[in-house]
Every structure is written in C-alpha cells, then in structure tokens.
C-alpha cells in the first residue's frame, strides 16, 4: 500500500468527510461564501428580486454552458457559439414576425439551425482532424455573417405577441421561465453524463482517447454528439434570449456568450484537456460568475473591467488545475 493510502486510511474520519465534501461540493461552498461576502459589501445584492433577476440573465449562459460541459469533458472547445445564437435568433425572429407562421415552425426551424451547425463543427472536426479552437472560430465568424445578411445589418423586431414573450420573461410562481429551463436541462444531461454509457464515453474520450478508441468505443461519433448537443443549446438560449423584448439587434447579439459559457464550465472546475467536468459544478461556475458581474455592477465599478475579471479567473482556474496535476 502507497504512503498517500497509508496516510488517508489513518485520517481522522471527521478529516476524512471534510476532505470528502470539499472534494465533491467545494463550488457549493464556494458560492455560498461569494454571495455571503456580496451581501455584506451591496446589501441590496441578496434581495430576492435582484437574485431572481440575475438568475434569469445567468440563465441564457447556463443553457449554453450545458452543452459546452460536454465538448470541454471530451477534451474539445466551442468558440461558435456566440455566433450560432445570433444566426439562430435571427432566423427565429424572421419568421416569427411572418405573418400566419405557426410559432412552433420558428422555434423548431431556430433549433434546427443551431443544432446543423453545432454538427458541421463536430462533422470537420473529427473527419479532417482539424483543430477546434480554428474550426469553430469560423463558423462562428460565418455563422454571425449569415445572421447579418439574414437581416441586412439590422436590428429586427417579432410579433410581441404574448404567447411568445412569456417565454423568455414569464414565471412560474417567483421562479423565471428561464432559471427552470436551465436546471431541467442541467439536471437531465448531468444524469447523462453520470449514470449512461454515452457519459462514462464522453469522460473516456476526454481522458485519453487513443484508449477509448481501442476499448471499442467511437470516439468521432460521442464528439459529434456532444457538439450537436451544443448547438442544440445555442438554439435554446437564442429562444430564450430573444422572445423576452421580440427583438434582435444582429451586430451586438451573442457578443462573448461562448466565452461567458466556457469561463463558467471552467470555474466549475473541468479540465480544457477533457475527462473532468461535472454538471453541477459548471451551473454554481455560472451562477459565480454572473454574480461577480452583478457585484460589479451595484458597487458601480466600471463594466469594461468585467472583461478583466473574467480573464483573471480564467487564468486562476487554470493554474489552479495546472497545480492539481
């Protein structure tokens, strides 16, 4: 038996279930600290209202972060995003302000739009074993460019029509349309990711996927997957997002949300070289990061240090993981 074993065995057990929640649970406890510390620096911070209105915002990242968790787990990266929810909410606007559309042809046509090019992303990928950060720059700088010439540069507006905006501003008791949408998504494909056989290969591919692929596994098609899944997402948080006002302005929509999405999955403590990420801990890495943002904003700091912020914790989270290795 190692030293190390030897040492955990002749912990004391109260150490050795602190050590245990701390593993498991530290993002919770994390949390809790940066909203305990907010309410005391902005008071105003943890009035109900101003959660629940944060929790909406979070909620369009959190969506798209769901799907990101996946492609970060196999070791990939999904720089279209922001691009794939502007071209997919413009497609969604143009035909929901089309008169006698049926409002399901849009939010089905917004999803399929989203979810092609999510696999065009996996398809190049994995058949020409180009890089993922390059492939998925491109499409999406052509995703935004197609959403631009959809709508010749413009902001469009919908039918504000209420069975439409209640979507994306409606709630169920005090709890917004969105939020519940975020934690359905993240609490299905986190039971994905830890209790079904495509999960235990999304973490097989990320951790080595020479192996997986000896073990009888395909690990071009658990990628593919997982970056359909993310465009699939892209389409839900462009529903989300653009049924609140019925509006879209093309040039600034999506701006940075892939990067919000991956600074959450990161903070939540998964590996950008893939095998380890967990669903819960990306939605509290969104949830911290969202709530740094609105801190920022009550105390009245500077909103283009937010982009300073974030960096900076992208970098500790990963330096952090440097460190565990």
Same mark, same amino acid.
């Given at each position: *038996? ?39 620096? +902005? ?27 996946? $492609? ?17 909410? +413009? ?22 739009? +989203? ?5 065009? !992303? ?32 413009? +902001? ?23 939020? *519940? ?43 593919? $997957? ?59 890495? $969104?949830?911290?990061? *969202?709530?740094?943002? !609105? ?31």
């Amino acid at each position: *038996m190692s030293t190390k074993a030897l040492t955990e065995q002749n912990q004391n057990p109260f150490l050795r279930f602190v050590k245990l929640i701390w593993s498991e649970y530290s993002i919770i406890l994390v949390t809790i600290l940066i909203f305990t510390v907010a309410g005391l620096i +902005a008071p105003r911070f943890v009035q109900v209202s101003n959660i629940m209105i944060m929790l909406r915002q979070a909620s369009i990242i959190g969506v798209l972060s769901v799907g990101m968790t996946f $492609v970060i787990i196999t070791g990939g990266i999904d720089l279209s995003s922001g691009g794939v929810v502007t071209v997919a909410g +413009a497609v969604l606007l143009i035909l929901q302000g089309t008169p006698d559309m049926p409002l399901i042809v849009a939010i089905l046509a917004c999803f399929g739009a +989203a979810t092609v090019l999510g696999l065009i !992303n996996g398809l190049i990928i994995t058949k020409f074993r180009v890089p993922a950060f390059i492939v998925t720059l491109a499409i999406g700088i052509i995703a935004r460019s197609i959403a631009l010439y959809l709508v010749d540069g413009q +902001a469009i507006t919908g039918n504000r029509v209420p069975e439409f905006t209640e979507i994306g501003t409606g709630s169920l008791g005090f709890m917004p349309n969105a939020l *519940m949408v975020w934690i359905v998504m993240s609490v299905i494909f986190g039971c994905v990711l830890k209790f079904t056989k495509y999960g235990s290969y999304t973490y097989a591919v990320g951790g080595n996927e020479l192996a997986s692929k000896y073990s009888g596994m395909s690990p071009n098609k658990i990628k593919i $997957v997982a970056y359909g899944l993310t465009g699939f997402c892209a389409g839900l948080a462009a529903l989300l997002d653009f049924s609140r006002m019925a509006a879209i302005s093309v040039p600034t929509a999506g701006y940075l949300y892939e990067f919000d999405a991956i600074t959450g999955v990161v903070v939540g403590g998964a590996l950008l070289s893939g095998g380890r990420g967990k669903m819960l801990n990306t939605f509290f890495g $969104v949830i911290i990061i *969202m709530t740094i943002g !609105n801190l920022m904003n009550r105390l009245e700091i500077s909103p283009f240090l937010m982009g300073l912020v974030k960096g900076i914790v992208i970098l500790t989270a990963v330096l952090l993981q440097k460190r565990e290795k």
